[in-house]
């Protein structure tokens, strides 16, 4: 079975702009979250998708959205990039909703630098 | 926020048991007790999760205090691949509002 795959792997970007990443999650994972990993926080839940509706959020400002498809693959969006934005963005699924209950599996992430 | 405290680091030799622990005197009873590692370049890893009992897997043990207020990760034969950063973390909340609150590990070095 494949893993959770994360593209893209890299991406630089300037301040200002917007990004999206994308994830696909292990067949049959209906849920997905997403976290961003910066080396003083250590990882932040950014938030949670199942069955394309968003059940949980994390401290984290508008600028970041997301959406899961009916595929279950999902996207999320940075917009009006920071410098602080600059982190590993890692993506994760598990197979029933409540990231706390079910174990995840994550990807290798998205390593996003804005210049 | 429920929180975890861990040592920053560690250090064991190959072929030996290692005891990492964990505290987490806030836990509220339905929070579930999960590790993850992380290894070098890659995303974190499940490595095992809890209740109340004591959990065994093919990858590690968890030792989980009655109180509820500390638990311990046992890896009964590190080898050198075991060298990650280990992560104890709650499931904090409850039904659909439930997330995982992560620190920032326990740094383990393994010698060979």
């Known amino acids: 079975k494949a893993g959770v795959t994360q593209t893209p792997r890299y991406l630089i970007k300037t301040r200002g702009q917007q990004v999206t990443l994308s994830c696909s999650p292990i067949s049959g994972h209906r849920s997905v979250s997403w976290y961003q990993q910066t080396p003083g926080q250590g990882l932040q839940f950014l938030f949670e998708y199942f069955s394309e509706t968003q059940r949980n959020k994390g401290n984290f400002p508008g600028r970041f959205s997301g959406r899961q498809f009916s595929n279950s693959r999902s996207e999320m969006n940075v917009s009006t990039l920071e410098l602080g934005d600059s982190a590993l963005y890692l993506c994760a699924s598990s197979w029933g909703t409540g990231t706390g209950t079910y174990e995840q599996y994550f990807g290798p992430g998205t390593r996003l630098t804005v210049t | 926020d429920a929180k975890t405290t861990q040592p920053n680091s560690m250090e064991s030799n190959e072929e030996e048991p290692v005891h990492l622990p964990c505290n987490h005197s806030t836990i509220s009873g339905t929070d579930y007790i999960h590790w993850y590692r992380q290894l070098p370049s890659q995303g974190p890893e499940y490595v095992i999760h809890g209740l109340t009992s004591n959990v065994n897997n093919r990858m590690a043990s968890l030792a989980i205090a009655e109180d509820r207020k500390s638990s311990t990760l046992i890896l009964h034969r590190a080898t050198l691949r075991d060298a990650a950063v280990y992560y104890c973390?709650?499931?904090w909340g409850a039904g659909n509002n439930r997330k995982l609150i992560w620190g920032l590990g326990t740094s383990l070095a393994v010698n060979p």
């Open positions: 973390i709650l499931g």
